[in-house]
């Protein structure tokens, strides 16, 4: 079935030790989003890869990054994880802009 | 700036009853979604209405699409336990994201 895949679902990180989190799709979507989503709240977007063009939030802090190296893959970096990054980040595609999200499950980060 | 409010933010009820959760904004949308997550898992897509006035049903769901595609409802006939979980609607925004409402988190007891 086409989806989208997160992994790890959990990952546990140090205060300060950089993380990278993945994701891929096998729905040859044009967009791929990071979202950040705190207990009980909406998500939140960090940031969208438009094919290979990177739009960044106006609030995404620097500690954030990404990188898509093909249409299928994406990954979130971050380099200093602090105790609010602790959060679950979701991933998720759409054949372009505009267009309904598929989300996948999500990784779960704890930083200790 | 575009926003979506829903109401109620929490909703407990029984086994049987029947609920509906609003999403409302003053801004004009070209389409809604609502999904449905639950603890542990990312959302999951319901439906997508695209036309004002439209209204959908997914089983014990229905879903409605404002006259002037502005609001959304989300009927639950006979809740279940199964239903339980953060609803969320969502639209798409200007800048080609998607503004989230803040969900309704819902519990259907036994």
């Known amino acids: 079935d086409a989806m989208v895949i997160q992994n790890p679902r959990y990952q546990v990180t140090q205060f300060g030790k950089p993380v990278t989190l993945s994701c891929s799709q096998t729905?040859?979507?044009?967009?791929m989003y990071w979202y950040q989503q705190k207990s009980s709240q909406a998500p939140k977007l960090l940031f969208h890869?438009?094919?290979?063009?990177?739009?960044n939030e106006a609030d995404t802090p620097d500690n954030f990054q990404s990188r898509r190296p093909n249409t299928s893959f994406c990954f979130l970096d971050i380099r200093s994880p602090g105790l609010g990054d602790a959060a679950m980040y979701l991933c998720?595609?759409?054949?372009?802009?505009?267009?309904?999200?598929?989300f996948g499950p999500g990784t779960r980060l704890l930083v200790l | 700036t575009q926003l979506l409010e829903q109401s109620p933010q929490f909703l407990s009820i029984q086994e049987g009853e029947n609920l509906t959760v609003y999403c409302n904004s003053s801004?004009?949308?070209?389409?809604l979604q609502w999904y449905r997550q639950e603890p542990g898992e990312g959302p999951v897509l319901l439906v997508t209405?695209?036309?004002?006035?439209e209204v959908k049903k997914l089983k014990r769901l229905t879903f409605q699409f404002g006259d002037a595609r502005k609001d959304s409802s989300l009927h639950i006939t006979a809740a279940q336990p199964g239903d339980t979980g953060l609803y969320l609607c969502?639209?798409?925004?200007?800048?080609?994201?998607?503004?989230f409402g803040k969900g309704t988190k819902l519990s259907v007891k036994p």
């Open positions: 998720a595609t759409s054949p372009r802009l505009q267009e309904t999200q598929y």
């Open positions: 729905l040859n979507h044009n967009v």
């Open positions: 969502a639209g798409d925004g200007s800048q080609g994201n998607l503004i």
């Open positions: 801004s004009v949308f070209s389409s």
């Open positions: 209405v695209v036309t004002g006035g």
């Open positions: 890869y438009y094919d290979k063009d990177f739009n």
